[in-house]
């Protein structure tokens, strides 16, 4: 593998397709990324259906989620550092046309063994995400690369938000095969629309084999503090988020409220308004002012915690802070990306794989933690445990001002 210092003195032959993105193709690309990423979340609403259906234990149909979770894992690994070697427009492409079919399968299948195969390929393939994002930050202009990564992350966010709320709908409307079965749909007619508006790049790296790029993934983020702190950033941010909406059904669903599944997922609808407005932290990292951005945001982060504690006394309070979390999560994110994506061009796909490792890992902590959190110590021990993990964070940037002028020595800027 190359060192870092090699890699920076090849970087500006990754940016040979810089400035082809037209504002049309990247909002293509954002709502490519929230339809395909929805795909891993749909089930989540519909687990009583499943497990019914299937005649699957209730304490076993959470296995619907491990693998679809695994799918995703193992994908960020494999799949996702490919974008460095062949075409990403050709991977693009074929992901999304190979979900349709697993998508198929899952809202077709009569076994407990199809569908569990059928979601971890779901999961697999949902890794598309990743790869249209660096596809869409290596097409940018570098000027306009962090609000192009903005506005795509929007459309992610948007899709995590957006899926428990319309899975439960399309469930209630024509049962939970529907919901499969519409976005098997929905996917096929994208796999085209992608292949005819996707500009085609030739930025790709023959430097290393296969075997090669995954090795590197670590040894990049050994060597550059920068990316080891937005790592740390992304694992805790996440495991934020995840306190949050994996616990929120908990208290919701039971008395005195009693919402239905519908009624709950549409409390992630409020997450969409404090999502899009964090796109314009793709701006203002374009503008060199990413550490404080970053700051103010964990800030925000931690005071959301504050509105969320209230749940019991005031469902408007809970519904702030819920936009406030979502706008901060989101800001903080797309910070990070718009700075490794700038660190190493030719290096984008495996970064976002590392990178978005540490999501994964933020994410299954803050939905193991604040479940166990709920059955011992109930809304409050959840909102402590969210409230802790945004303070660490925020702590962590604290220690971390170097980070900044590590930055600037790197020439992360363009």
């Known amino acids: 593998m190359k060192s870092p210092t090699a890699l920076d003195d090849t970087a500006a032959q990754f940016d040979s397709d810089a400035g082809s993105l037209t504002m049309a193709t990247t909002i293509v690309c954002a709502i490519a990324c929230g339809l395909s990423v929805a795909n891993i979340y749909y089930a989540q609403p519909l687990l009583d259906a499943m497990s019914r259906d299937f005649a699957i234990a209730p304490a076993t149909i959470g296995l619907v989620i491990?693998?679809?979770?695994?799918?995703?894992?193992?994908?960020?690994?494999?799949?996702?550092?490919?974008?460095?070697?062949?075409?990403?427009?050709?991977?693009?492409?074929?992901?999304t046309a190979l979900s349709a079919v697993a998508l198929a399968i899952v809202g077709t299948a009569r076994t407990e063994s199809v569908l569990f195969a059928g979601m971890i390929t779901v999961g697999l393939l949902a890794v598309v995400v990743q790869v249209l994002v660096v596809f869409a930050a290596n097409l940018a202009a570098p000027c306009k690369r962090g609000q192009t990564v903005g506005t795509i992350t929007s459309g992610v966010v948007v899709g995590?938000?957006?899926?428990?709320?319309?899975?439960?709908?399309?469930?209630?409307?024509?049962?939970?095969?529907?919901?499969?079965?519409?976005?098997?749909?929905?996917?096929?007619?994208?796999?085209?629309?992608?292949?005819?508006?996707?500009?085609?790049?030739?930025?790709?790296?023959?430097?290393?084999?296969?075997?090669?790029?995954?090795?590197?993934?670590?040894?990049?983020?050994?060597?550059?503090?920068?990316?080891?702190?937005?790592g740390a950033l992304a694992l805790l941010i996440f495991a934020t988020f995840s306190t949050l909406w994996t616990a929120l059904v908990l208290p919701l669903s039971t008395k005195p409220f009693g919402f239905s599944h519908t009624e709950i997922g549409a409390f992630g609808l409020a997450g969409v308004a404090g999502a899009l407005?964090?796109?314009?932290?793709?701006?203002?990292?374009?503008?060199?002012?990413?550490?404080?951005?970053?700051?103010?945001?964990?800030?925000?982060?931690?005071?959301?915690?504050?509105?969320?504690?209230?749940?019991?006394?005031?469902?408007?309070?809970?519904?702030?802070?819920?936009?406030?979390?979502?706008?901060?999560?989101?800001?903080?994110h797309v910070t990070n990306q718009s700075i490794i994506f700038s660190a190493y061009p030719q290096a984008r796909s495996r970064l976002?794989?590392?990178?978005?490792?540490?999501?994964?890992?933020?994410?299954?902590?803050?939905?193991?933690?604040?479940?166990?959190?709920?059955?011992?110590?109930?809304?409050?021990?959840?909102s402590g445990l969210g409230a802790f993990f945004s303070a660490t964070a925020l702590i962590v940037w604290a220690c971390a001002r170097h980070d900044a002028s590590l930055r600037n020595s790197r020439s992360y800027s363009h």
């Open 352 to 382: 976002v794989g590392g990178y978005m490792a540490f999501y994964s890992a933020g994410s299954a902590l803050g939905a193991i933690a604040s479940t166990t959190a709920f059955a011992y110590t109930g809304w409050r021990g959840v």
């Open 160 to 230: 995590i938000l957006a899926s428990r709320f319309t899975s439960g709908l399309l469930a209630d409307l024509g049962g939970w095969r529907s919901v499969y079965l519409t976005s098997a749909a929905l996917s096929a007619a994208l796999a085209l629309i992608l292949f005819s508006v996707l500009p085609r790049s030739t930025a790709v790296s023959n430097a290393n084999s296969y075997l090669g790029t995954l090795r590197s993934i670590p040894k990049l983020f050994v060597h550059d503090p920068v990316l080891r702190v937005r």
């Open 66 to 95: 491990t693998v679809t979770q695994v799918g995703y894992a193992v994908g960020l690994i494999f799949i996702v550092p490919l974008g460095d070697l062949i075409a990403p427009r050709r991977l693009v492409v074929g992901q």
């Open 277 to 332: 407005a964090a796109s314009g932290a793709g701006r203002l990292a374009d503008r060199g002012l990413e550490h404080w951005t970053t700051g103010i945001a964990l800030a925000l982060l931690l005071s959301s915690w504050a509105l969320i504690a209230m749940l019991p006394v005031s469902i408007p309070a809970l519904i702030g802070g819920v936009i406030l979390l979502d706008l901060a999560v989101q800001a903080v």
